[in-house]
């Protein structure tokens, strides 16, 4: 199974552009901080991903506010078949408040 999902901000998006199929995607740049504990110590987590959307839900994620929180859920795949890259593949995403 190929499941990935976890809170992070926009930091950098790009405009909406079609493949020669006319599918629309958006790519971005998100980042993750966050607090785990690992072997009973607690570990500060950081991480920048490229991230991108295609089909439906790239409009709405185009429309997204940059440094907005949010909730990504996806799965990662190579950024094409010969690299070693990954790519993370949103398939939704809803706005984050912490509580």
Known sequence: ???FQFVGTVAERDVVRY???GIPIVQARLQHQSEQ???GIKRLVEFEMV???A???S???SQT???GLFRFSGFLARKNRNSKSL???IIDFDPFTQV
């Open 1 to 3: 199974m190929n499941q």
């Open 19 to 21: 493949t020669p199929a």
């Open 37 to 39: 504990v690992e072997a």
């Open 51 to 53: 991230a991108m959307a």
């Open 55 to 57: 089909g439906e839900i």
């Open 59 to 61: 409009g709405r994620f």
């Open 65 to 67: 506010p940059l440094g």
């Open 87 to 89: 790519v993370f593949h």
